[in-house]
C-alpha cells in the first residue's frame, strides 16, 4: 500500500489527450485531407483542356511559320486584303505547282502563291508568273475562328491597320503580318497566334 501511495502522485501526473483535442485533431485532419483531393481533382480535370490547348497552339504555330517562310521569300505582294494575299515568290519546287523538290543549286520558278482564308480554313493556289493557274489547290490553315487573318504595312484601304497605323499610297506592302484565331479548349475567348515577316526585297534593299 506504502508503494501505491507513493507512486499514485507520479501516476496523476502523466498527461494526455482528452476528447475534445482529439476531435478537434481528427477535424483538422478532415480539412487538410479534404482540400487535397480537392485541388488533386481540379488538376486531373484540368488537363484534357490544357492538352487540346496545347496541341492547338503547336498546330497553329506550325502553320504559321510555313506561310511566313514563303512571304519572307516573296519579292512582291499583289493582292493584299485581309483574308488574301497573293505573292510573286520563289517556291521550293522544279515548277509551279509541281510536287518535285528542287536542288539548292538550281534557279527556282519564280511563281504566283495565293492564299485565301475563310472562317475554317486558309487554301493556297500556285499559278505561273504570267498568271497561269497550276495544280491544285490545298490547305494551309486550319482551325481557324475568324478570316481576317493578313494584315500589311504599308497598310492598305481594306487593311484595318492591324500592323500599325494607315499609311496609304506608299507602294505596295513591304511586310506582312499575320493573326491566326484558333479556339480556346479551356473556355469562352479564342487564343490568338501571331507572326509576321518583311519581304525580301526590301530586306536586301
Known amino acids: 500500500m506504502k508503494r501505491l501511495r507513493r507512486r499514485r502522485p507520479s501516476l496523476s501526473d502523466e498527461s ?18 479534404g482540400a487535397s483531393c480537392a485541388m488533386l481533382i481540379n488538376a486531373v480535370k484540368s488537363q484534357p483542356g490544357l492538352s487540346r490547348k496545347a496541341e492547338n497552339v503547336t498546330t497553329a504555330r506550325y502553320q504559321l511559320e510555313r506561310v511566313v ?3 519572307r521569300r516573296a519579292v512582291k505582294v499583289e493582292t493584299a486584303t485581309p483574308t488574301e494575299i497573293q505573292l510573286l515568290t520563289r ?11 528542287a536542288s539548292p543549286n538550281v534557279q527556282r520558278p519564280q511563281c504566283r502563291v495565293t492564299y485565301r482564308c475563310s472562317v475554317a480554313t486558309c487554301t493556297r493556289t500556285e499559278a505561273t508568273e504570267g498568271g497561269l493557274p497550276v495544280g491544285t489547290a490545298s490547305v494551309a490553315l486550319t482551325g481557324l475562328q475568324s478570316a481576317e487573318v493578313f494584315c500589311f504595312v504599308p497598310s492598305t484601304e481594306a487593311d484595318p491597320s492591324k500592323c500599325g497605323p494607315p499609311r496609304s499610297g506608299e507602294g505596295p506592302p513591304t511586310y506582312v503580318g499575320m493573326d491566326l484565331q484558333v ?11 501571331s507572326d509576321g515577316a518583311t519581304l525580301r526585297t526590301e530586306t536586301f534593299g
Request: a positive charge.
Open 16 to 33: 494526455g489527450l482528452t476528447l475534445i483535442e482529439m476531435l478537434v485533431a481528427a477535424l483538422m485532419s478532415v480539412i487538410i485531407v
Open 69 to 71: 517562310r514563303e512571304i
Open 91 to 101: 517556291t521550293q519546287k522544279t515548277a509551279c505547282g509541281g510536287s518535285t523538290k
Open 183 to 193: 479556339k480556346n479548349p479551356e473556355g469562352p475567348g479564342l487564343l490568338t497566334i
